[in-house]
């Protein structure tokens, strides 16, 4: 079993959240910067034959992040840890799992090769998006798995507003696996949207079945970035009659206008969790992070 | 012999200008950022059983800066690179090369480690304070070399200033080093600075032997960073009567209003060189990497 | 009556939800950045003989935010807006109203001189901690309101958490105000936190007349920013027996690792407005702007 | 006669060395930034009855360095200063000086009315680019002086390079005004490049008059920001047979890899003044402005 959640410093009051529901004790370490960008890492408590999960989740500053996470994994082992388990609740770096183009570093192998040469033991992420792989595991060496945020997202939604016969849309053919979830959940139909070909040049998004007038939509997706893929969809199925639409996510990025953007489409609200800090993380992830590190 | 030179995004122009000294292939790889900060690279020429040398410096965002490297340098080898040398201009991460207290992480270690790991053959680095230990090779395991820049800056200041009689001053013990090889260059007497007790707890800092009333002094040491060493040095030395004083270094970190206390301290000027782009950089690395590096 | 809200890059979102409460259009202006940081404002709808609310907040980068609300202000005028009226839900610059040691800069009144210089006609603020003054009309020379978010962080907890038989804890005198009004909305009692000299170097803080043993306790303060305040009361009101606390503010500021050391300190549960967009920003202000822009 | 130079924090180097250069008193305020962002100015100097200059540049955080110079000068003037002379080495917002689309704010009016307002009586920049109007004093209702560094940039390019039989070249027409003071300081011949139309979309930019075949190339402009003017320049230059091309600017802003680009392009070199600090400021322009003050 865990005995020790320690908290990087992407995702402190995370780590504290899991650690109180786990009823286990929370290790912060010292964490200071030199002036000369060098970081200074020192973990104040015995860790010595302990199962250490480590939750640091790689967003905005990612490098940064990641070169913490080896500094505490390895010093872990260093210290005698027996099992280090690393909790990335947003991975990035998940994107190039192969070389598309000549030249391409494949970044997805050589940050997970790295994680594990420091002594990662175990991996959990929380719905990262895998693209050319079925498993988080098909690139791990590792056991790796992937939560899901979604039921959280739904539950939330179903919680603090008053939906009205509810559909969920998936805003393309890879967020059809989020909207599943979250239409289970709140005992809905869901569809998603797809490009339809009206001419040589012209293209319209439209939902594959499902109609939307008068409906109360909720989009997910896992991560809202740009914002471009939301704005698009709300206003598509505004255009089409829908009566309101909340957009949700587990991973708001949110660069520099995406939120305004969304709100401007036609966003009822929009809304997201903690594994990236942000002004729409309503809902914390720490519940399906300790359930699973107590499943083991 | 070194078929190309490589820049990281920390030192372009410097690769630029040491390819043109080796006259051989400069490659400036494609490095662009995804909005959650995630970096993309990509290497755009054929690299396959080439020595590569990849400058990349590790000053203000090490953790970016070392990311880039790991990528890049696996990348090489993945692509087919015979060789790759890592050329760290400056070299953060070298501070911490034991445990001084329970639970620390040994950075300079694991950081090796994570070099090594990737691919690297060999290292350059410029100036590295090395402290606990002799030589960078007994922390690497590879053939690694800590060359300096203190000739280029006692030329450039023989060249841009008119010193009359001058002596080279160390701020401390550790600086002795540099004031050695910079006297060399001038021609001139070096000395250090050292504190002498004058009471239960009343200090003073002074030179060891030298006189430095009327003198033109330069100071040399291997990094400015908080500017703390280089003013209490320029105020002692100005107290007891040097005419002038200029303040020289390799590696300009720089932060705060560090120059602008070390002008006040009475400084005529202060110089440093391109490890780290800052408004100091008179002076370029370049001759004495394209010099290593020819050598091999 | 007003007639569009328009936001500044502070409150796009507020903007928008203001707008919507209001039913009346909203403006977001075309705001660019030139590469030397200079700042591109164009207002692309007709605001001539229009009332325009300006809705800007002035955190963590005030000075950006300041200069486009002047730019802002003063091009309404020039298209010949009706009235100006400008809505700052985090003013900056309010803590400098005096010159308490020779040579300092007065800024509030330098900052509302110019705020009424761009064509200011009215100014509304909330929870403005004013200092040496009643009222903020006693700095400004046009009409200034200075509106309070205390009751909605309130009516946030009374809904989220199940309290029983709670008290309001004001963490130190200048925060009677806001616990005052925060116990009124939770019908409970309410105190404020003071120092008690137990020696001539001994301090310890307590609460003034309530016990708070087995309560649940509600902090209320206007503003989280080092959490150094926030962090003491909580420490002192677990050792006095709370059974649970939460913090709220409605500034959430937090500064660097801020909101991790509250909760440390055991905080059940942080909560502040979107005055200052954070990771606690659960509660929006935009009701209580609409509803006093809408009463005039 | 000017009594004191006093530095804002974006030119306080550049302060200290006008104050020796004119020696008398330099001031440098105590500057410090509350939690929000807020800053806290103090000037511990007596200034009652003086004439003040205050150096302040306004580059890369132009909104922050003219915020703080409102706060300086208004505050000097309610110390008693006699006069408060503004000098801005780099002054961003000279750009939009009229209304080119509906709506846009007129930034250069409105700021130099604030610069106005909080009490300059007179303002000198340096290599400021007047677009619609001939004089910055068309703008400013006070006297106001723009100087010129590029005779610097000439007698730098002298003294470091050996130039045999050199030829400058302004990159657009607007920068014909900076090349002719660059050639008549290196007793050079100057030309600049235009575009040629070549067919309905094929545009190629030439020399007017000039043949620079095996010539060593000065190009001078008064700012570099995206490097993109003179990479073009150079490229043509480089093909038209130009022996050796050395870039010059007065203001480097130098955005993203503008620096790497230029070189790439084949720049022997590429040199700036402290206008904007930059890792190609090689020059100061401290004595340009000390002569004008001296001169008043």
């Given at each position: 079993m865990i005995?020790?959640?320690?908290?990087?410093?992407?995702?402190?009051v995370l780590t504290i959240k899991i650690g109180?529901?786990?009823k286990i004790p929370t290790i912060l370490p010292e964490i200071k910067k030199f002036p000369d960008g060098e970081k200074y890492i020192r973990i104040t408590e015995d860790v010595n034959g302990k199962t250490v999960a480590?939750?640091?989740s790689f967003y905005h500053q990612?490098?940064?992040?990641?070169i913490e996470y080896f500094l505490i994994a390895d010093t872990l082992k260093d210290l005698g840890a027996k099992k280090v388990i690393g909790v990335i609740p947003y991975f990035a770096y998940a994107r190039q799992d192969e070389r598309f183009k000549p030249g391409e570093a494949i970044s997805f192998k050589i940050v997970t090769k790295l994680?594990?040469?420091v002594g990662t033991d175990e991996i959990y992420t929380i719905d990262t998006h895998l693209h050319r792989v079925e498993q988080l595991s098909e690139i791990f060496h590792i056991p790796a798995h992937n939560l899901t945020a979604v039921p959280l997202l739904a539950q939330y939604v179903k919680k603090n507003f008053e939906l009205n016969n509810p559909v969920v849309i998936g805003p393309d053919e890879e967020a059809e696996q989020w909207a599943k979830i979250a239409a289970k959940e709140l005992?809905?139909?869901?569809?998603?949207?797809e490009k339809e070909r009206l001419g040589p040049s012209e293209v319209r998004i439209k939902t594959r079945e499902l109609d939307v007038t008068g409906k109360d939509v909720l989009i997910v997706d896992d991560i809202i970035s740009t914002g471009g893929t939301m704005v698009e969809a709300i206003k598509m199925l505004k255009e089409h009659g829908a009566k309101s639409v909340i957009a949700a996510c587990t991973h708001p990025i949110l660069v520099r206008n995406a939120l305004t953007r969304i709100y401007q489409a036609g966003a009822?609200?929009?809304?997201?969790?903690?594994?990236?800090p942000s002004s729409i993380s309503f809902i914390s992830v720490a519940p399906i992070i300790a359930e699973a590190l107590r499943r083991g």
């Open positions: 005995d020790i959640v320690l908290g990087g410093s992407s995702a402190q109180r529901q786990l480590i939750i640091q990612p490098d940064e992040f990641l994680i594990e040469e005992e809905a139909e869901y569809d998603i949207l009822l609200a929009v809304i997201g969790t903690d594994t990236v």
